[in-house]
């Protein structure tokens, strides 16, 4: 291969925030290995769209674990430089590279013209905001408590405590069941409060699996990716400070981002 | 309350940038993340990223970048264009690619 373009995002030139485009501010930012990054197309003979690239020769890879965390805080500086710039872009999943020179960059952006623009408009005036909810209350008051407000486990606990041995661990078993449910039935009701609260702010909300945060900070509810406007970023804090003043749960608030979640397939 | 940025959701956010964002499918791309090689290395390295920063390695990032790179100006010998020789991709890579680095 000779030649090629290492592609962070693609942008629409004139600014796709409402305002004006700034290009200046994208002046200067370097991207991986400290490559200078510019933009290519903008003009008819890509459609109007463009694209934030640098030069390269070839797909980035390594085994060097320092190398690829330098690249991928470079990638993601590249993309802020780019919003900073430009508005809301469409990021560009990591080592994404086109063979070819400009033109061929040129080329392909007039091929998805449509697609590109569709995808901008869906995320203009947006950033993705990240919103990770953990629950707090202690296990044994919650168990308390719900033997307080639950008849069936109340009943459950009765009946174990007063039966014989063998009858007793299944009853035990029924009882530790009950519990569960009324558990996760507790963390649905959580996960409901919490994606009511964004709603009212986001354009779209893409929920992932809260079994993946970590469990340091109580028992995982949410991992909530929100796509709001920007000038809505206060509101949308405001609504979580809410949501966290009428529920036993921590919220940890992530961003502003580029709209890396809500970027659609596009060629 | 207000959003924050700090190492930890940069951290966070680097599955993303491995997964999400626009995928472009055409004739014209020579690799996305889905070769299997350049996936399975980035995915193993970045699983270790989220440790390194609860032991505050991720600390000042940016400032050993500029030392580092300010280090590779003054060295003429050092290539400064891509991964170094001392990055090994393993078997099975395929020989069309043509050289490595950027």
């Not at chain 1, 320092?66 to 508005?87: K, S, Y």
Request: aromatic share 6%.
């Amino acid at each position: 291969m000779t030649g090629a373009r290492y592609v962070y995002c693609l942008v629409d030139p004139a600014g796709n925030d409402g305002g004006d485009a700034d290009p200046d501010r994208l002046a200067g930012t370097t991207g991986l290995d400290d490559a200078p990054v510019r933009l290519v197309g903008g003009g008819d003979d890509a459609a109007g769209v463009g694209a934030v690239v640098h030069d390269c020769e070839s797909v980035y890879d390594t085994d060097d674990e320092a190398r690829l965390r330098r690249w991928l805080l470079a990638h993601q500086r590249v993309v802020d430089a780019a919003t900073e710039a430009f508005g809301a872009p469409l990021p560009v999943r990591f080592d994404t590279v086109i063979e070819g020179d400009d033109d061929a960059v040129v080329g392909w952006l007039a091929s998805v013209a449509d697609a590109v623009r569709e995808g901008l408009a869906s995320v203009a005036g947006c950033r993705e905001y990240r919103v990770f909810v953990h629950w707090t209350a202690d296990a044994d008051d919650f168990e308390a408590q719900a033997r307080e407000s639950d008849a069936r486990l109340a009943d459950l606990a009765d009946e174990r405590n007063a039966a014989s041995e063998g009858r007793g661990f299944l009853v035990g078993k029924q009882y530790d069941a009950r519990l569960r449910e009324l558990r996760r039935a507790r963390i649905g009701e959580l996960d409901d409060a919490a994606r009511e609260a964004v709603a009212g702010v986001a354009r779209s909300v893409d929920a992932g699996d809260p079994d993946e945060l970590d469990a340091d900070d109580g028992v995982p509810v949410a991992s909530l990716s929100v796509l709001a406007p920007v000038d809505d970023e206060e509101r949308l804090g405001d609504r979580l400070d809410d949501y966290v003043d009428a529920h036993p749960v921590t919220v940890r608030f992530t961003g502003p981002w580029a709209p890396y979640s809500f970027a659609p397939e596009v060629g | 309350m207000e959003p924050t940025r700090d190492d930890d959701a940069v951290v966070e956010l680097v599955d993303v940038l491995l997964r999400d964002g626009a995928v472009i499918g055409a004739d014209v791309v020579v690799t996305v993340a889905d070769v299997p090689l350049v996936g399975i290395s980035l995915r193993a390295a970045v699983a270790g990223m989220t440790t390194m920063s609860e032991y505050g390695v991720l600390d000042d990032w940016d400032d050993r970048l500029r030392e580092r790179a300010a280090g590779r100006r003054d060295d003429p010998a050092v290539d400064a264009g891509g991964p170094s020789g001392a990055d090994s991709t393993g078997g099975g890579r395929d020989g069309d690619r043509g050289t490595r680095g950027g």
